[in-house]
């Protein structure tokens, strides 16, 4: 089954998008080894069933606690269909030169900017198309708490995941 990894910095909506994503069912567990939990679930998106994995929250792909140990282990050793890069809308600038250590590691990176109606209320305009066209990487913008967005997400973690345009 192809593997979605949500990555990112700790309170950025990740485990809200997993279960908004997956629904009820998951299966939390310990990373083998380790104390740290693992969050595994599965989504159907379009005529595809994938697996997701709710990884613990990483700064950068070099590791200082054991949380970021799992979550880089998560990202080299499973072979990963999509890595979800879920951002803070709000601080964008401090978290895109994580999304640029993905993509230069050659993985298979959709941009998720979440918490968009706090962006909003502060009234910080992105410009989603420009930063996608500058990535060359699919760029989506959520609410992950109302649901806003995520159509539009299972859509791009679907032709991102199977290199298919979304069937519907
Ligand atoms: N306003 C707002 N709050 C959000 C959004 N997404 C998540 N949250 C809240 O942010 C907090 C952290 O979310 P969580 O999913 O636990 O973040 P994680 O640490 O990345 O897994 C929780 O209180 C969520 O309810 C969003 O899009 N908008
Ligand atoms: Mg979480």
Redesign the pocket.
């Known amino acids: 089954m192809p593997i979605i990894a949500l990555v ?1 910095s ?8 997993f279960g908004r994503l997956t629904g009820q069912y998951a299966a939390v567990s310990n990373y083998p080894g380790t104390t740290v939990e693992v969050a595994r679930g599965r989504a159907r998106l379009g005529d595809l069933t994938f697996e997701v994995v ?1 990884t613990p ?1 990483m700064y950068s792909l070099l590791p200082i606690t054991e949380e970021e140990r799992v979550a880089r282990s998560i990202l080299i050793s499973e072979r990963l269909a999509v890595v979800l890069h ?1 951002v803070d809308a709000k601080n964008l600038e401090r978290m895109l030169p994580f999304t640029l250590q993905l993509l230069e590691a050659g993985l298979p990176v959709v941009l998720n900017l ?5 962006a909003e209320r502060l009234g910080i305009k992105l410009d989603l198309e420009a930063l996608e066209r500058r990535l060359g990487t699919p760029v989506v913008g ?5 649901g806003r967005g995520l159509e539009e997400l299972r859509r791009r973690l679907y032709e991102r995941g199977s290199g298919q345009p979304c069937p519907d």
Request: hydrophobic share 25%.
């Open positions: 990112g700790p309170n950025v909506g990740k485990s809200v998008t709710d929250g879920v979440n918490l968009m109606d706090e959520t609410t992950a708490t109302s």
